[in-house]
């Protein structure tokens, strides 16, 4: 059973105890039941509820998608994963979509040392994602309001140690250390409680960058070292005694998913979104396109008497006007009115000059 | 590096993007779009991109 208050008709507030541990609130006599069973939990505050409706400010925090292709990528500014960027400063690094993960996750992003690298001052190579000032505006940060916010994920390292991870404003000139511990081949759920910050220049509501995560540094200079634990006037993105596994351990691999960046001060669940969902939050930023030709959709403009061109519009509008690539996409040709290239980009659209070829895939990129 | 567009062929417009010639991906003149932002911070260091095909 459980001890019960309980609201009746006849005698009001009706309280009738016992010694099971449990507590049973009731309503209408008895009609209405919520029962706190005798066992440990959390109850979400109101600032968590409040954040129920887009609760985790990172996209593709589990590391589903990627758009890109599942090729590892070594490169600075490079995305294993969708939203989910590689720095690679002084370091050799591959990152990859893994199918290692924790239970309750499917993937992961796994980052290799393929060989180690002197430390250098300037180090700081790390995964990380920008989140867009739209997103992160009503977090207050750089206001007396400034909402504190909770950072989680699942790590896994081949290396036992001390790790650090941060939360930046754009410029680079707020810093919030945070540094947690993992045991060797051990997934391990971290989390971090970070009040939000009062001063410094944060992005509002516009489309540039509201604020960097970085769950992990891989390397970190002395020139973007600092202390944990409170906000830093700079660009400080590790302590000194923390674990780069990029200077230490040739092989050493590290895996990162479940990235959460909520408001409140603890770390809840991950906050899993439709597939379709996350996908196109992931397409503002970068989309592709299956080519023109063999059936393929576009839509048709002819231009005066003699140019057409092929308007590729986006599943999704994106973040600014993106870069269009794709491997048949040159220059306007001045010398043919029915050229192939990009005319001109919007948020929602790319028309191609058509000469009536096919077109190979094209992607539009719009990343922060 | 990087390579400008020439007018249009037929309205004689001004282009509205630069290419980057590594990759053949079209800029748009956007200055929210970081490709772009990266072209002018190339320029600024005092690099000149290659001029359009066909211009004098």
Redesign the interface.
Known sequence: MASIISATTTSGLVNTADNSGDLQFQTQNGANTITLPNSSGTLATTANLSGLGFKNRVINGAMVIAQRGTSAVTTDASFPVDRFQLQVVNANLSAVQSSTAPAGFNFSTAITVTSTTSSGSNDRSSLFQFIEGFNTADLGFGTANAKTVSVSFWARSTVAGTYSGNLSNAGGTRTYIFTYTLAANTWTYVTATIAGDTGGTWVGAT??IGLAVRPIMLNCGSSFQGTAGSWIAGDARGTSGSTYLATTNSGAVVNITGVQLEVGSTATSFDYRPYGTELQLCQRYYQTYPGIGNGNRAIWSG??A??NYAYWIFKTSM?????????T?????????E?V?????GSNYAAFGYNGSSYGQATA???? | MYKLQPNHPITNEKPQSVIRTNDGACIPFDPANTDYQAYLKWVAEGNTPLPAEGAE
Not at chain 1, 329 to 337: A, Q, R
Not at chain 1, 341 to 345: E, L, R
């Open positions: 489309n540039a231009y005066g003699v140019a973040r600014t006007s993106p870069t269009i690539a794709g491997a996409l040159g220059t306007v040709d001045p010398s043919s009115p050229a290239g990009v005319y001109s980009t990129t719009a990343e922060l």
